[in-house]
């Protein structure tokens, strides 16, 4: 309820951004994902190790991990 | 100078023909490729009543091309392979002071797993849309998933929902079956589904909020523990929230995650990952980061084996299903050129039962604690 709280506070506060305001938001350090690669590699590793995942879209083939 | 603006001019008119954070056709093709070495810290010798106390080492190299096709479409794919070598836990038991010991396997378990992931994308002016199959197979587990996704864009092109289903089938044929009792063929299956809302809030700041639910049935009981009886069914959900941040004073970016995770396992947890990075000039970038993680224990969880109660009665001594916490610091450094990207960075994680919001009576003695580096390479043409 408290992060429900959160979001719309977040979202009340959305301003109009012009296309050509949007540079900042197209630098490669603003991306949701800015290293792919690397982020498969560690959600595997805690998805093995912890007992939570999900949460980052469709998920991919599992492993037999230990 | 000019460089310099003809980089900006190019960089805002990029910006200007992009929807929020829909995936959009990439206007070039990306090769990455990484090498990873996972080291798990030995277990202290005095909590090891059998067995080896070296725990995990993996070596991990991955590619992945990302390239486009025609005016429409992408194609991506992505394969890792990954060798592994080391012991893990086989059981819990008592020792003479009353708290779990372990019984480990010996040091000879070496494998490899291989996978491969292949996806394609199409793109249409407010949408795009990716069907995707992957594999991964090992010596004694194959999983086949599918995945099917969808990105829409509002008209303002500020706000950005998405779709996202997947199935996965998995066989496990667990080694050495009828030297040690395990079962010799099994099955699982997974169907989740998930979906986003992506929101511009201002031209230095973006929020994501996700939501995703997994149900799980099959054999979800780990066949290499001397005793390990898990329920069939599982289902699992979890909300997440994915803040970025530019500070134009600082030219630098924050990172700001978190998760909640619940299941009907008993279990919940919280995730926080928070980044901070930072440009060094044009072509540098430091990425110190941290990331606190914490569980319930399942309701199932023994802190030892017990041998006494009903073979189908669930429990299960596996530390991951026990209450803990974990803390995970690490440093990347990027050097970027115009058609590379090198990134070298380490993380180091460490688990205790004190980090835990729900802690567990004893604290487990296989709680992990690992040291991972990578080295990444991405060539753009």
């Known amino acids: ?66 | 100078m000019k460089h310099k603006s003809s980089t900006v001019a190019a960089l805002t008119g990029a910006a200007m023909s992009l929807p929020a954070f829909a995936a959009t056709q990439p206007a070039e093709s990306t090769i990455s490729v990484s090498l990873s070495q996972y080291h798990e810290a030995d277990i202290p010798s005095d909590k090891v009543v059998v067995g080896s106390n070296e725990r995990y080492d993996i070596e991990v190299g991955k590619f992945k091309l990302v390239t486009p096709i025609g005016a429409d479409w992408s194609l991506t794919v992505d394969t890792t392979r990954e060798t592994m070598s080391g012991a893990s836990p086989w059981g819990t038991l008592y020792g003479t002071t009353g708290e779990p010991n372990l019984i480990m396997s010996g040091a000879t378990i070496s494998e490899s797993r291989t996978s491969l992931a292949i996806s394609s994308t199409r793109y249409t002016d407010k949408a795009s849309y990716t069907l995707g199959v992957s594999k991964s197979e090992e010596n004694d587990y194959k999983a086949t998933s599918y995945q099917v996704s969808g990105e829409w864009d509002r008209e303002d092109k500020l706000s950005t929902f998405a779709l996202a289903f997947s199935y996965s089938s998995d066989e496990l044929s667990p080694t050495d079956a009828v030297l040690y009792g395990r079962v010799p063929e099994a099955n699982q299956r997974s169907r989740s589904i998930s979906g986003s809302w992506t929101q511009v809030l201002n031209k230095n700041a973006v929020l994501q909020s996700g939501i995703s639910l997994t149900k799980k049935d099959g054999y979800l009981s780990d066949p290499y523990k001397l005793l390990d009886v898990r329920p069939d069914e599982k289902t699992q959900w979890a909300v997440s929230l994915r803040y970025r941040h530019f500070y134009d004073n600082r030219n630098a970016a924050l990172h700001l995650d978190y998760r909640y995770y619940d299941d009907d396992w008993g279990i919940d947890s919280h995730t926080i990952d928070l980044s901070w990075h930072q440009n060094l000039g044009v072509r540098f970038q430091l990425v110190p980061r941290i990331r606190i993680y914490s569980q319930a224990e399942a309701s199932f969880f023994e802190a030892a084996d017990d041998y006494s109660l009903p073979r189908d009665q669930p429990q299960s001594s596996d530390y991951r299903l026990s209450g803990y916490g974990a803390l995970s610091v690490g440093l990347k450094a990027i050097y970027k050129l115009p058609a590379w990207t090198v990134s070298l960075s380490v993380d180091q994680y460490r688990s205790d039962e004190r980090f835990g919001h729900n802690k567990s009576q004893y604290e487990h003695p296989a709680l992990l604690d690992f040291t991972l580096t990578n080295l990444g390479l991405e060539y753009r043409f």
């Open chain 1, 1 to 66: 309820m408290r992060l429900l709280f959160l979001v719309l506070v977040l979202l009340g506060g959305c301003e109009t951004v012009q296309p050509w305001e949007r540079g900042t938001l197209a630098r490669p350090e603003m991306q949701l994902d800015s290293d792919p690669l690397e982020t498969t590699l560690m959600e595997q590793v805690y998805e093995s190790k912890e007992a939570a995942s999900g949460g980052n879209g469709a998920a991919g083939a599992g492993c037999g991990c230990n």
